[in-house]
């Protein structure tokens, strides 16, 4: 006679996977124009991860990754990329359960962005107007 089988089914109820986990790379200060990569992993394997950011309501993106960790990356960075940022994830089928909201990672995006295009040098030297320059002598401020 075999021993009977025994099969193991966890059911979490409606709202309460287990947070994700979510880390920024690189961390610190990004440059204008600079990239970024937000990963967030999760304990299961076949659910959908969504990427929120504080402030704008709905998730910004989602996807149904392989494995149980999704990157998002973050190319060409402006200002508006700055923010706090969080992600769940959600069963694929049948009625929709959450997981909690994992600890927020913030982007800073800093900077005047990517240097401008070094100018062309001009014709002829810039000559310069109503200034009288005397040698051995230097004038700080201005004259009345």
Do not use: W
């Not at 947070?19 to 394997?45: A, E, H």
């Not at 992600?87 to 913030?106: H, I, K, L, M, W």
């Not at 002829?124 to 200034?131: I, K, L, S, T, Y």
Request: charged share 15%; proline share 12%; glycine share 12%.
């Amino acid at each position: 006679v075999s021993p009977p089988l025994t099969a193991c089914l966890f059911v979490y109820p409606e709202g309460s996977y287990p947070k994700p986990s979510i880390s920024v790379s690189p961390g610190g200060v990004i440059p204008v124009g600079g990239n970024v990569t937000i990963r967030c992993r999760n304990q299961l394997l076949g659910m959908r991860i969504l990427l929120y950011k504080a402030g704008d309501g709905n998730y910004l993106t989602y996807t149904d990754p392989a494995g149980s960790e999704a990157e998002f990356p973050i190319t060409s960075a402006r200002r508006e990329h700055g923010g706090n940022y969080t992600c769940r994830y959600s069963n694929r089928t049948g009625r929709a359960a959450y997981s909690e909201p994992s600890d927020p990672v913030q982007i800073i995006v800093a900077g005047e962005g990517p240097s401008p295009a070094p100018r062309l040098p001009a014709p002829h030297p810039a000559r310069a107007q109503g200034v009288t320059v005397s040698p051995g002598t230097q004038q700080m401020g201005h004259t009345a």
